[in-house]
């Protein structure tokens, strides 16, 4: 499974829009990009997941150029509530053998008022 | 309400003892996977499933056995044989081949 690169800790402002970028140089050409966010003691919650271009839900989107070595999850106008660990991965897309992920030790964004 | 549940929040035990963490899902998921967390550290996976009745070990697995007799159901037994067990434990389960996986609440365990 590929590995991923990202920033230990982020610092932000309410309002901001906040950009994490992941680096993953070896990712397959089956492997899929998800972000997930994870709060104190709780447990990871699924984001967004994207293969290649833009995808954009309700809470994020997500860019991925084309030579899909980096990704970026683009928070728009974040909140305190925000405040939390986000993590990339990559990993064996549909039709894989497995769906095992492998989970770093993510971005810490610390969102301030 | 749908969704994946994991007893006890808390779990307190002796050194030398074994203990059992429980993790049901109604959300009808074929996967299911147990993660390890210490402080200021990602997850690391433990154990997963893909089908009942069979598993895989993850990359931290000695120490710890599973067992999936149900669809719903994947518990987790922590033995004696893991050196450092205190952490926190979270139980997942996803449609099969996907990375959507949804969390339990997780099962604080502190050997004393």
């Known amino acids: 499974l590929a590995k991923t690169t990202q920033p230990i800790s982020m610092d932000s402002y309410e309002g901001q829009e906040v950009n994490i970028t992941c680096s993953h140089n070896?990712?397959?050409?089956?492997?899929?990009i998800t972000w997930y966010q994870q709060f104190p003691s709780q447990g990871p919650r699924f984001i967004i997941q994207?293969?290649?271009t833009k995808v954009t839900n309700e809470v994020a989107s997500l860019f991925i150029p084309a030579d899909r070595k980096s990704s970026t999850l683009s928070l728009p106008r974040v909140s305190l509530s925000d405040t939390a660990v986000y993590y990339c991965?990559?990993?064996?897309?549909?039709?894989?053998?497995?769906?095992?992920?492998?989970f770093g030790t993510g971005t810490l964004l610390a969102v301030q008022p | 309400d749908g969704g994946i549940t994991q007893s006890p929040k808390y779990l307190f035990r002796k050194e030398g003892q074994n203990v059992t963490l429980s993790c049901e899902q109604n959300?009808?998921?074929?996967?299911m996977y147990w993660y390890r967390q210490d402080p200021g550290q990602g997850l690391r996976l433990i154990y997963y499933?893909?089908?009942?009745?069979?598993?895989q070990k993850g990359d931290i697995a000695e120490g710890y056995s599973v067992s999936r007799e149900k669809k719903e159901s994947f518990p987790l037994t922590v033995t004696s044989a893991q050196k450092n067990p205190t952490a926190f434990y979270l139980c997942?389960?996803?449609?099969?081949?996907?990375?959507?996986?949804?969390f339990g609440p997780g099962t604080r365990l502190t050997v004393l």
């Open positions: 994207g293969y290649k």
């Open positions: 997942a389960s996803s449609i099969a081949k996907t990375h959507e996986q949804f």
């Open positions: 959300l009808n998921h074929d996967a």
């Open positions: 499933s893909q089908i009942v009745n069979d598993f």
């Open positions: 070896n990712i397959a050409t089956n492997d899929y």
């Open positions: 991965l990559v990993g064996d897309g549909y039709g894989g053998a497995t769906n095992k992920l492998i």
